[in-house]
């Protein structure tokens, strides 16, 4: 069974406080795992797709990273308005529906 | 950019309702999915359709169906609801191996 757990449950920064976050994953033949963005009460949000250990993705303040057990969203000089959940999923090498973890919380202030 | 639009954002039904909820998107997408979201619990997957037609169940089906008649429309239908079907529901698609690309979501409320 596909598992993704994601850590921390919940974290706090102070602008400009570089931080990461973790989602680690098993899951059986790795077609693609994914990082969202959720608002409160609304949609996720695309951020990111990786496809294989070593690959990276960039986008202003936000860069994700690949392991073969596991993935970081490293956040650089975080902003207030990057308060958000972050959401990790993976896809398994036979389908295209994904698998989410439960999501980190982040809260940057002043 | 794809849009996925969800015809409700905020829903309140009385148990025993048979209640729709319809999603529509704008791009040749293929798949298109339903999931709950409820706090501590994450999404997770009731039912998802690669095709016109076709579905199939995901991870939590039970006192859901859903219709695909259109490739652009998916329909998630609560047979008879329930307070336990109290939650937020996404609708999403997808094409290939590309990520999902979600609607904003309706919140329901069975009282």
């Known amino acids: 069974e596909d598992q993704v757990t994601q850590s921390p449950e919940a974290l706090r920064l102070q602008e400009g406080e570089s931080s990461s976050l973790n989602c680690s994953y098993t899951?059986?033949?790795?077609?693609?795992l994914f990082w969202y963005r959720q608002d409160p009460g609304k949609g996720p949000e695309f951020l990111f797709t990786?496809?294989?250990a070593g690959e990276e993705k960039e986008k202003e303040r936000l860069k994700a990273t690949l392991t073969k057990k596991e993935s970081f969203l490293h956040i650089t000089a975080p902003k207030p308005e990057d308060s958000a959940t972050y959401l990790c999923a993976v896809s398994p090498g036979t389908a295209s529906k994904l698998t989410f973890g439960t999501g980190t919380r982040l809260q940057v202030t002043l | 950019d794809v849009k996925v639009t969800q015809s409700s954002r905020y829903l309140v039904k009385r148990t025993g309702e048979k209640v729709f909820l319809e999603c529509v998107q704008d791009m040749d997408h293929e798949n298109m999915f339903w999931y709950r979201q409820d706090p501590g619990l994450g999404l997770r997957l009731i039912y998802f359709s690669y095709d016109v037609k076709m579905k199939e169940k995901g991870d939590i089906p039970e006192g859901y169906s859903v219709s695909r008649e259109k490739k652009e429309r998916f329909s998630l239908i609560l047979e008879s609801a329930s307070t336990n079907q109290t939650s937020m529901y996404l609708c999403a698609s997808s094409f290939g191996r590309d990520g999902y690309t979600f609607g904003s979501g309706t919140r329901l409320t069975v009282v």
């Open positions: 899951v059986s033949g790795l077609r693609g």
């Open positions: 990786l496809y294989s």
